[in-house]
């Protein structure tokens, strides 16, 4: 699993914003979702697998998240 991961207390009502020069997963997720993700169980995120950028994703609530930058299996 290839990935960069950065943690961070993120205001409700923010937008991730990513750049990127090639197709990637954009995935922002809670600390129990994370720890699902790094298990290799389901979990649950915002984003997904982007084309086009920059990858807008809305925060829905205010917290620690976990934005998880992956090259696609």
């Known amino acids: 699993m290839s990935f960069i991961h950065s ?3 993120i205001e409700q009502g923010s937008v991730v914003s990513v750049q990127c020069s090639h197709q990637i ?3 922002l997720m809670d600390d ?3 720890a699902n993700y790094m298990s290799g169980r389901n979990a649950r995120y915002y984003g997904g697998f982007y084309k086009r ?3 807008n994703i ?3 609530h205010s917290g620690q998240w976990n934005v998880v930058l992956a ?3």
Request: net charge positive; proline share 28%; aromatic share 16%.
């Open 7 to 9: 943690r961070k207390f």
């Open 25 to 27: 997963n954009v995935l």
């Open 32 to 34: 129990g979702n994370f």
């Open 53 to 55: 950028f920059p990858a």
């Open 58 to 60: 809305p925060v829905p």
């Open 71 to 73: 090259l696609p299996p």
